[in-house]
């Protein structure tokens, strides 16, 4: 009787522990998300940009440098996407497709990367200040070093060819004028 209140109060002691262990993927996440952020890539979880999803997911991050803003698209994967939107290549379909053709070489970079993303890479997303890789993160930190050279590739093409052109500077003419304080 003893022997059994012993394991019982060994258990109570060690089940708690075993919560406090981490999952088989959470081990995996935790290396891979290191890796995108020594090689300055942001990781936050947002709310993506799909239809109908409330779920927070992975979002992979390559900022555009401040001077050099890039187009706004984003690319939706098939299984994911309505069959009303324009289909792109492959299993991937414009939600949103750049007002201005892409320059050749980044159009054959975004190509070549669409084909190779793993499949739960549901949205490629680019605005005039980031480059975004929604995904579920299935592969490893070194698969995931392959993605980031091709997305660093695309992120330096599309970078200066925003929608729309920087605003322009307007330099006040003299006139001569001087204003009181107030505006008067």
């Known amino acids: 009787m003893v022997w059994v209140v012993i394991l019982v109060v060994l258990m109570l002691m060690v089940g708690p522990v075993m919560w406090l262990r981490p999952s088989p993927r959470q081990r995996r996440i935790v290396p891979l998300r290191n890796a995108a952020n020594k090689a300055g890539v942001r990781v936050a979880l947002e709310k993506p ?6 779920t927070a997911m ?34 991937w379909r414009w939600r949103i497709e750049p007002l201005r053709p892409l320059p ?15 499949q739960d890479a549901l949205v490629v997303e680019s ?7 929604w995904w579920w993160e299935s592969q ?6 392959t993605y980031d050279a091709d997305l660093r590739r695309l992120r330096s093409t599309l970078a200066g060819h925003a929608d729309r052109p920087p605003p322009s500077r307007v330099l006040p003419q003299e006139t001569g004028e001087t204003r009181e304080p107030g505006g008067k």
Do not use: C, I, M
């Not at 979002?59 to 994911?80: H, K, Q």
């Not at 490893?140 to 070093?145: H, N, P």
């Open 49 to 54: 940009p799909l239809h109908g999803t409330n």
């Open 58 to 91: 992975p979002a992979y991050r390559w900022y555009f440098p401040a001077e050099a803003p890039g187009p706004r698209f984003v690319l939706v994967r098939d299984s994911e996407a309505s069959q009303v939107l324009k289909p792109y290549l492959g299993d």
């Open 104 to 118: 050749s070489v980044a159009r054959e970079t975004l190509e070549s990367l669409l084909s190779r993303l793993p």
């Open 127 to 133: 605005s005039e200040t980031a480059l975004t890789l």
């Open 140 to 145: 490893g930190a070194e698969r995931f070093l």
